[in-house]
């Protein structure tokens, strides 16, 4: 089946710092998101992106959806502490012939920590 | 608000047992989702429904089953649990229109088999 390659696995960077990362996929797809979950929480949505060469800011996060609709980046700006956590990103597979649209699938997520 | 509602947040259950996971949504999403998460693997899709007492198989359904009798209500079973089974679970919803309508999450419940 499709898979998401997201990077890095992990970060642990400074307070003030910004923050990179990406997914990237051998499929088309037709949506991208990116979630944030906290410890002991389910995964919260940050941003939606719908349309190739989309660029999409949520107050310090950034988001592209790539060109090709095989890839997307997150970064964060600025970092604080409480942006710590696990990051996923997550693509749409376009379903053909269906009044339904398609599952989502989600990459193995950046887990970021961030030093005060 | 959208609340997805998890029923328990922690499980222990042994080895062949039957489980039951329940979950609730609160605002008539048509769509319901269980994934279960693993350190990197991300989130795996076990099943979904997109309608009362429809079901589909996601990428690993094997062991699992599913039951939607209620638009809002959308079951995990575990016929007989094994120890690869021991994972978090996250139930979650979205509306038929789904670009309009990203998945929406419960906060999970972390089953443990022995």
């Given at each position: 089946g499709q898979q998401l390659n997201q990077s890095p696995q992990s970060m642990f960077i400074q307070e003030g710092e910004d923050v990179s990362m990406n997914c990237t996929s051998s499929s088309i797809f037709n949506t991208w998101l990116w979630y944030k979950q906290d410890p002991g929480e389910g995964p919260v949505l940050l941003i939606a992106l719908y349309k190739a060469g989309e660029l999409t800011s949520n107050g310090r996060l950034t988001a592209q959806f790539g060109i090709t609709r095989k890839d997307s980046f997150l970064n964060i700006s600025?970092?604080?502490?409480?942006?710590v956590g696990i990051y996923f990103c997550a693509g749409q597979v376009p379903l053909k012939g269906s009044s339904n649209t398609g599952k989502l699938i989600f990459g193995q997520g950046t887990t970021l920590q961030v030093k005060p | 608000d959208v609340k997805v509602t998890q029923s328990s947040r922690y499980l222990v259950k042994r080895t062949g047992e039957k489980v039951f996971l329940e979950c609730v949504q609160d605002?008539?999403?048509e769509n319901m989702f269980w994934y279960r998460q693993d350190p990197g693997l991300g989130l795996r899709l076990i099943y979904f429904s997109y309608d009362v007492k429809m079901k589909e198989k996601g990428d690993i359904p094997e062991g699992y089953s599913v039951s939607r009798e209620k638009k809002e209500r959308f079951s995990l079973i575990l016929e007989s649990a094994s120890t690869n089974q021991t994972s978090m679970y996250l139930c979650a919803s979205s509306s038929l229109l789904f670009g309009n309508s990203p998945l929406h999450f419960g906060n999970g419940t972390r089953l443990t088999v022995t």
């Open positions: 600025a970092s604080i502490p409480s942006d | 605002m008539d999403h």
